[in-house]
């Protein structure tokens, strides 16, 4: 089988750019697969190079930067005219968010749309009320204008694919379509427990948390140091927190709260190597994902690596496919947050049950989530469209 995937931007390693690496990989050992996107970084693409893939970048511009939104007609047409010269070279077409299921139903090939949630910029409240008025009044523009163009090529995709029901259901909310849950995957060779003697010892005695962001306010950095200040005063407890992005507006008010509260034993870490995680991973007690977002709550990787080192995760309740709720872990709504703190104290001083989560944890994934899963399906489906 021939595929041509469309991802609009490869920025950095993590996110639906993990994904799109580890599905890649799983099914390039069977079948040819390259990869067009608008826009990526030199050391993704040598990163996607390594598999081997061969990626393409189709423009300079995405979604992300203002100069596509100005030109987005004529940029769309560009790609879709090169994409149009090519596509006898395919069987089918993969598209991953908007606006490349536009590019997907225009180029005649049978198109599989994998929507990790409806395209945030348009659809996602939260995000949208978490941004200041011009960029708010801007949002509004893009989507009165280019919503419509999203929803129809949603609905035109042959088939949709999506992580969960939990995005399924949004995705039934805003599309009017079905899609099919794949869950995600977790590479279990690599997120897995160790004991690294150097972290151990850097650590001794404390009680550590972890915690990753990309200080967007969905995140919820700020709001979750904020709720945990009282913790951090005792020396005995850090918040290690991995930056997938350095810089963001929650990251201002973050520091903010450190500096006000004197709260040494919060550690940025930075942007930690992919080598490195599963060691801090595995030196925590508990790992705690505040986000919030009508889709981009719904899944998240850093919380099922977490479980997958024998790290228990307390989470917002917008997922309840990724953690059972006092079985692996505890969820909590955003809002609740006397239940966010119980919740934290309980697992954090309970070795017992802290040890009982963990193992139910790594059972859990070990049981359920794959990347070679998660590529069978959408293998299964585009010979499903070529042979329809």
């Known amino acids: 089988m021939r595929i041509m995937w469309l991802a609009s931007h490869l920025s950095h390693e993590f996110g639906a750019t993990k994904f799109v690496f580890e599905t890649i990989s799983n099914l390039s050992k069977k079948h040819v697969v390259d990869l067009y996107v608008q826009k990526s970084s030199i050391e993704l693409q040598k990163k996607f190079e390594n598999i081997p893939i061969k990626i393409k970048n189709l423009n300079k511009y995405s979604t992300g930067d203002i100069l596509f939104w100005l030109n987005f007609k004529k940029q769309i047409n560009k790609e879709i005219k090169f994409l149009k010269s090519i596509f006898q070279n395919y069987d089918v077409v993969v598209s991953s968010m908007f606006p490349m299921n536009i590019l997907g139903n225009s180029i005649g090939l049978p198109h599989l749309q994998y929507c990790f949630e409806p395209f945030a910029f348009f659809w996602d409240p939260y995000m949208i009320n978490s941004l200041s008025f011009p960029k708010r009044l801007f949002l509004n523009i893009l989507k009165k204008k280019y919503g419509p163009l999203d929803i129809t090529a949603t609905q035109n995709a042959n088939v949709i694919l999506t992580?969960?029901?939990?995005?399924?259901?949004?995705?039934?909310?805003i599309y009017g379509t079905n899609s099919i849950p794949t869950y995600l995957g977790v590479d279990t060779k690599h997120?897995?427990?160790y004991y690294d003697k150097n972290m151990i010892n850097t650590y001794a005695g404390k009680k550590i948390i972890i915690h990753s962001t990309d200080w967007t306010p969905l995140k919820r950095t700020s709001w979750l140091i904020e709720q945990l200040s009282e913790i951090l005063t005792n020396n005995d407890v850090i918040l290690l927190i991995t930056e997938v992005v350095i810089q963001g507006d929650d990251k201002i008010k973050a520091l903010k709260i450190i500096k006000e509260k004197n709260l040494t034993n919060v550690k940025l870490l930075g942007n930690v190597s992919y080598d490195i995680l599963p060691k801090y991973y595995s030196l925590s007690d508990i790992a705690i994902y505040s986000g919030i977002g009508a889709g981009a709550s719904a899944a998240s990787l850093f919380v099922l690596e977490c479980m997958?080192?024998?790290t228990p995760v307390i989470r917002t309740g917008d997922s309840i496919e990724e953690i059972e709720h006092g079985k692996t872990g505890f969820l909590f709504e955003k809002d609740d947050e006397e239940s966010f703190k119980k919740f934290t104290l309980?697992?954090?001083f309970d070795d017992k049950l802290r040890e009982k989560f963990g193992i139910a944890s790594n059972n859990f994934i070990m049981e359920k989530y794959s990347w070679e899963k998660v590529s069978n399906i959408i293998e299964k489906e585009c010979f499903r469209l070529i042979r329809s």
């Open 346 to 348: 309980q697992l954090l």
């Open 308 to 310: 997958a080192c024998k």
């Open 191 to 193: 997120f897995k427990k």
């Open 163 to 173: 992580v969960n029901n939990g995005t399924k259901k949004w995705i039934s909310k």
